[in-house]
């Protein structure tokens, strides 16, 4: 389970930040997202929670989206794993 | 390359830019584009598109939406009647053969043509995403609005959202607009191969998506 959403998610992010093959591979649980990354701004985000949804059929209430879930990658995938698992 | 046409507004016809590549032949393809900033993201991609269809002998007109891009009208004052106005008066106006309508251009297009549809989505996915983008920068500012309340003034007063001025007929069509695809073929972002471009933080091109998007639209066109 955490591995294909970890891929999914992986493929969402290198699609919402034109990341290469290579930096999509590389993320880790470390990596930083939110405040890390320049790219990602309020629109991103929005655009990268609403294909979260799309894609893992979870529907994400706006006071669950807070910086510690969209921090690092580790994270954002625990989050994503513990709504599909709910 | 850029030609005008007689766009209808609130205060009578406007003449609106329409990028074109026009050659008087048979097979003539409107294309309605995606709305909001996904618009601008996807631009390089159909004019690239459009560029390998007059290669392959298939005329192309992409225009704007009024109060969009070029548009002399207030965006304020446009709503999803007013834009499927538009569009099919464009229609109309360049003579179009067929029609490809991208994403949100899927809740304004002429469905009386026949042609495709490229990942429809519905009003109220774009306006949820909006909204949401507004909660986000508005708590990182310190305010607490929530997607809920904006709603509710969006649908009375209008509603400043990731930097447009949505009046209230547009807040209220989009809550409950559906794609309005009828016997178009649907193309999907998997069909294209790639990563879908309207969903990039930076707006950027592909030429093998424009190839792919090229090719599978004058294969339906030919047969």
Redesign the interface.
Known sequence: MGNDTGLTLR?IL?????LSEERAAALDAETGLFGAMP?????????L???IE?RFDIIIE?DE?DGEMLETFGALLTFVDGKRGA | MNAGWPCPGPGGPTEELAVTFDRQRRHRLLIVPPLF?EMNRTRRFLIETMRRLDIVGVDSVLPDLPGCNESVQAFEAQSLYSWRKAMAQAAAHFRASHVLAVRGGALVFPNALPGWVLEPVKGA?LL???L??????GR?AGLAE??AELLEIGREEGLDL?GYRLGAALVAGLESAMPLDEGQREIRQSDLGG??LW????P?EDPGQANALAAIIAEGIAA
């Open positions: 493929t290198r699609d919402v930040l034109s790219e990602l701004d309020s629109m991103a985000v929005a655009g929670l609403t294909e799309d706006d989206v | 900033d996915s949820r995403q909006m949401r983008a507004r909660t986000l920068a990182e929530s997607s990731a990563g879908a969903l990039r933080a930076e950027g």
